[in-house]
T-cell receptor, first 113, second 116 residues
Framework: AQTVTQSQPEMSVQEAETVTLSCTYDTSESDYYLFWYKQPPSRQMILVIRQEAYKQQNATENRFSVNFQKAAKSFSLKISDSQLGDAAMYFC??????????FGKGTKLTVNP | DTGVSQDPRHKITKRGQNVTFRCDPI?????LYWYRQTLGQGPEFLTYFQNEAQLEKSRLLSNRFSAERPKGSFSTLEIQRTEQGDSAMYLCASSLGPGTGRYEQYFGPGTRLTVT
């Protein structure tokens, strides 16, 4: 069974600084997709970024970028120029296309002014 | 383009009662998913549909839980004889179907269930 591990229960960053959230996963599949979702307090889950396993190029969405290391089964999220609105739970997730998502336990990110 | 909606947003019920939740997906999305999230945890998969067909159910889904998507549009999740352990946030998500290359799932705001 596929598993997703987020080893950092909590992280903090100063406003305008950069922070990296870690994620590792385990799968025997060669074709799959990875995602980072953001869940602000008492608000709904929002997709931050996605990565197709067959693409070598790391995905980027504005201030958010990933470091995808397929052989190491690692998928970290880098947030640049952190803003107060980035404070949230961040979940790493995996699926094989349009099937169920498997989530990690999440990392709580605090942004300090 | 409206997002995924869920109703009700909050439900308080007494142990032993039945509850039903509704999810309306994004209109062009063929796939609809149900997840359960407890405090401090990531969402756990419950079941999903391709149009009206239920394709997979988690072993977490006891026989007290039933879900349907009768016309391939909205879906309902029913919990019979609720237990205190059913207290959680129930999340619905939708996505385009296979072959589209777009597999990201979009989530609704969730239904928070409290069983007293």
């Amino acid at each position: 069974a596929q598993t997703v591990t987020q080893s950092q229960p909590e992280m903090s960053v100063q406003e305008a600084e950069t922070v990296t959230l870690s994620c590792t996963y385990d799968t025997s599949e060669s074709d799959y997709y990875l995602f980072w979702y953001k869940q602000p307090p008492s608000r709904q889950m929002i997709l931050v970024i996605r990565q197709e396993a067959y693409k070598q190029q790391n995905a980027t969405e504005n201030r958010f970028s990933v470091n995808f290391q397929k052989a190491a089964k690692s998928f970290s999220l880098k947030i640049s120029d952190s803003q107060l609105g980035d404070a949230a739970m961040y979940f790493c997730a995996y699926n094989r296309g349009s099937e169920k998502l498997v989530f990690g336990k999440g990392t709580k990110l605090t942004v300090n002014p | 383009d409206t997002g995924v909606s869920q109703d009700p947003r909050h439900k308080i019920t007494k142990r032993g009662q039945n509850v039903t939740f509704r999810c309306d997906p994004i209109s062009e999305h063929n796939r609809l998913y149900w997840y359960r999230q407890t405090l401090g945890q990531g969402p756990e998969f419950l079941t999903y549909f391709q149009n009206e067909a239920q394709l997979e159910k988690s072993r977490l889904l006891s026989n007290r839980f039933s879900a349907e998507r009768p016309k391939g549009s909205f879906s309902t999740l029913e919990i019979q004889r609720t237990e205190q352990g059913d207290s959680a946030m129930y999340l619905c998500a939708s996505s385009l179907g296979p072959g589209t290359g777009r597999y990201e799932q979009y989530f609704g705001p969730g239904t928070r269930l409290t069983v007293t």
